[in-house]
């Protein structure tokens, strides 16, 4: 999931999301679905467009990668929205089909949209920026080498399991429907329920 942009109906994210794929290589079929939503503080964020793109072109096992360059966004019903999304998809292919601890990985690049972008996965921040403001003309050919020279400084995704906290902080409600009610919010988290 991307960061928020703050009212701009022309977004631009410039972020890096990195997905393990475990060692398993991408196949002919393989596809990456993008969901655009507008961020809501309270409630479920609003669907604006999605779309699914098909990963056959870097499924031929080499690493490489490929630009998305305004991809239409389709509503609910599959209808286009006028609204497009500019991707660059990077693909590091296993070290080798028979070593399945290699982990491969598909690097989804936000360059350039209409809306903001949520999609399930790691953001790593490294601090590289493909797209830098300033320098002009720019090629997709380099904003692959950058992507793909950026993967020495991207923080290696542990495999190792680990103990961790969930924290969740129940704030307040608002316009809750009912006369002399008394209200209480249940959390249910992995197979736990804690409730105010």
């Known amino acids: 999931k991307t960061k928020a942009i703050d009212n701009e109906l022309n977004p631009v994210w410039k972020e890096l999301l990195e997905f393990d794929l475990k060692g398993i290589p991408l196949d002919y079929s393989s596809t990456l679905e993008v969901i655009v939503k507008d961020f809501e503080t309270i409630g479920k964020d609003k669907f604006i467009g999605s ?17 998305f360059k305004g991809v239409a966004l389709m509503s609910e019903k599959s209808q286009p929205i006028g609204s497009t999304i500019d991707l ?32 399930d996965g790691d953001v790593v921040d490294s601090g590289f920026n493909p797209l830098m403001p300033g320098v002009p003309g720019q090629t997709e050919n380099q904003l692959a080498r950058r992507l793909t020279k950026g993967k020495k400084t991207r923080r290696i995704l542990s495999n190792k399991p680990q103990d961790f906290q969930i924290r969740v902080r129940v704030i307040e409600g608002r316009q809750l429907s009912g006369n002399n009610i008394k209200p209480v919010v249940k959390v249910h988290l992995c197979g736990h329920t804690h409730r105010t």
């Open 51 to 67: 779309t699914i793109l098909s990963l056959k072109e870097l499924s031929t096992g080499q690493s490489r990668s490929f630009p």
């Open 88 to 119: 660059m998809v990077s693909y590091e292919a296993p070290a080798s089909p028979t070593n399945q601890s290699d982990p491969g990985g598909t690097n989804v690049q936000t360059v350039d949209g209409d809306k903001d972008e949520e999609e």
